[in-house]
């Protein structure tokens, strides 16, 4: 009783601390400036520019759909909330992980983190002082070791969190949140009880970034030995997404590029009933699934004439891999000999071969770096799904565009549709402006 009681308290003081900072953090945000943007400002023309930029015929409205986000329409997003209770699940009995008895925090670890989630904002943004110790109190905690572990575990199973990258002066801090830093705290310490931590966090957590970052961790730790667990994690927080059982406004982006890195064979069918409520983020997954194992999916969606098919965005998918697995190239030939390629799908096959490549979520780019300084950046937001993703012009590597220069001579020799021609003549001036010379 004693010991139930002393967790009561502690978990009281931990809430307490962390309510405290999620006030502070929403007295912020209702007074201060809002969020910078990612996106710099475009030129008029870059605002209108749809992705058949590189075919000479009209777009369509299959095509004005994925018109690339203005800069005031980017900069009008709404903003990930500062601070949440997160939703929890429980998985199948056959999915848990066997846990170790429970061992009680430290008293000292447990002021640690009550120290890292007690973060002073009452006089403004956080400062390099502020940070300096931030950052040593954080060091201190993962410097204990597996001793470290129980607090942490004891914070992250509270299903609280703080977006810190919404804080002003939070750069400071090197970490995008709250749980985050916890997280990589448990990376850093490694070990069967850090482990069995980041696992028992995997099988309840709902946040799509937080499994991505827990796969790439535990990833980091064993390579492959969870990506069991972690496919799992993946299928349960869609279902919920897909049936609506997620709080509003949660991107489910990074669950799609989570089974782009660890999927399989067997992801490319629930990839495809994904492709109802996520049209986007699922073709683009089953393009990147590894080893092309996505391919032969959009190969047979691509020859799908029926109405309301999928098949021209994955024709743009599989024109966007061509030069990656012969397969993609071989159904696009084997397709245009057959006269069976739409105008609409040509202009989307002339996308994915000479103009912007499509990718889930955001640009990488160095620490401290803004994306939106990549020439060529366009972004896009589909309400439908709350889907996210941006557009890079194609990398001017001379062997990438000789290759899709071939194909596009081999397609060329391959029809004699006039909006097939027109289509890919611009596709292959784009290419040649983009060899260097």
């Given at each position: 009783m004693q ?16 309510l ?13 400036p809002?969020?910078?943007s ?7 023309d ?5 992705d ?8 369509t ?6 018109r ?6 980017r ?26 008895p ?6 000292y670890?447990?002021?640690l983190?009550?120290?890292?989630t007690?973060l ?12 300096d110790?931030?950052?040593?109190t ?9 001793a470290?572990?129980?607090a ?7 299903n609280?969190?703080?977006n ?10 090197g970490?995008?949140s709250?749980?985050a ?14 482990t ?5 966090t ?18 980091q ?33 990074p669950?799609?590029k989570?089974?782009q890195t660890?999927?399989?064979s067997?992801t490319?069918?629930a ?10 983020y699922?073709?683009m ?8 194992q ?7 969606q ?7 098919s ?21 159904a ?9 390629i ?13 103009g ?7 640009p990488?780019?160095a ?9 060529g950046?366009?972004?896009y937001?589909l ?16 062997q ?7 194909l ?7 029809t ?8 890919l003549?611009s596709a ?7 060899t260097?010379?």
């Open positions: 010991r139930l009681a002393s967790s009561r308290a502690v978990a009281a003081v931990l809430g307490f601390a962390f405290a900072l999620a006030l502070g953090l929403g007295w912020k945000a209702l007074h201060g809002p969020p910078a990612n996106t710099t400002a475009q030129s008029g870059n605002q209108v520019q749809s058949a930029a590189v075919a000479s015929a009209q777009p409205a299959d095509d004005a759909e994925l690339p986000q203005t800069w005031a329409e900069a009008s997003m709404p903003q990930a909330p500062l601070a949440l209770k997160t939703a929890s699940r429980t998985p199948p009995a056959a999915q848990s992980v066997a846990t170790e429970r061992v009680e925090p430290s008293p670890t447990r002021q983190v009550a120290g890292l007690n002073d904002l009452s006089h403004g943004p956080i400062t390099q002082e502020q940070a110790q931030w950052k040593k954080l060091q201190s905690l993962t410097s204990q070791g597996a470290a572990v129980p942490i575990r004891e914070f992250l199973a509270q609280q969190e703080v810190l990258g919404a804080v002003g002066g939070a750069g400071l801090l970490q995008t709250m749980r830093a916890f997280i990589n705290a448990l990376g850093q310490i490694g070990g069967p009880e850090a069995g931590a980041l696992l028992q995997l099988q309840s957590t709902t946040l799509p970034s937080e499994i991505a970052q827990l796969a790439q961790v535990l990833d730790q064993a390579p492959g030995e969870h990506r069991q667990e972690t496919i799992a994690a993946v299928n349960g927080v869609l279902s919920m997404a897909s049936s609506g059982q997620l709080p509003a406004g949660w991107d489910v982006g669950l799609f989570v089974l660890y999927g399989d067997a490319t069918s990839l495809e009933q994904l492709q109802g409520p996520y049209l986007y699922a073709t997954s089953l393009a990147g699934l590894p080893d092309g996505g391919v032969p999916t959009l190969v047979r691509a020859q799908d004439a029926s109405p309301g999928k098949a021209a965005f994955a024709y743009q998918m599989l024109a966007q891999v061509a030069g990656q697995y012969p397969d993609a190239s071989a696009l030939l084997e397709q245009a000999k057959a006269n069976q739409s105008e609409v799908a040509w202009r989307k096959i002339a996308t994915g071969l000479a912007d490549q499509y990718q889930i979520g955001e990488s780019v620490p401290g770096a803004n994306a939106g300084t990549l020439p950046l366009k972004t937001y309400a439908s799904g709350n889907q996210n993703f941006y557009s890079l012009p194609l990398a001017a590597d001379p990438v565009v000789q290759q899709r220069l071939g596009i001579d081999q397609l060329l020799a391959a004699s549709n006039p909006a097939a021609q027109a289509a003549q292959r001036s784009t290419l040649a402006g983009a260097p010379h």
